[in-house]
Nanobody, 125 residues
Framework: QVQLVESGGGLVQAGGSLRLSCAASGRTFSSNAMAWFRQAPGKERELAAVISGSGGSTYYAASVKGRFTISRDNAKNTAYLQMDSLKPEDTAVYYC??????????????????WGQGTQVTVSS
């Protein structure tokens, strides 16, 4: 059974930093894209960042580019999201996702086959 488990969320003041982790188990994702999405209350789930299986390609939403950094450690089957210069508008539940297809680089939530349970990030002003 495949599981993605996020950790690292919490409450932080504006301008602060958090590092989210997503540990995968049940299969290896070293050839598969992984992503971080987020969903604020009353809003649709949106992409924050994507990383390719090798880690050589990344994509960031305009709203987080320059502040967030996605990375992965394939030896640990784990993805990370380093979030710096956090703003109140970054407040959301953050979800880790993994693509079941090798070699693709999807940007839409429906393209991802595996999801974590989510971790709350709250940024106070």
């Amino acid at each position: 059974q495949v599981q993605l488990v996020e950790s690292g969320g919490g409450l932080v003041q504006a301008g602060g930093s958090l590092r989210l982790s997503c540990a995968a188990s049940g299969r290896t994702f070293s050839s598969n894209a992984m992503a971080w999405f987020r969903q604020a209350p009353g809003k649709e789930r949106e992409l924050a960042a994507v990383i390719s299986g090798s880690g050589g390609s990344t994509y960031y939403a305009a709203s987080v580019k320059g502040r967030f950094t996605i990375s992965r450690d394939n030896a640990k089957n784990t993805a990370y999201l380093q979030m710096d210069s956090l703003k109140p508008e970054d407040t959301a539940v953050y979800y880790c996702a993994a693509d079941g297809s090798r070699g693709s680089f999807p940007l839409r939530p429906r393209s991802y086959d595996y999801w974590g349970q989510g971790t709350q990030v709250t940024v106070s002003s």
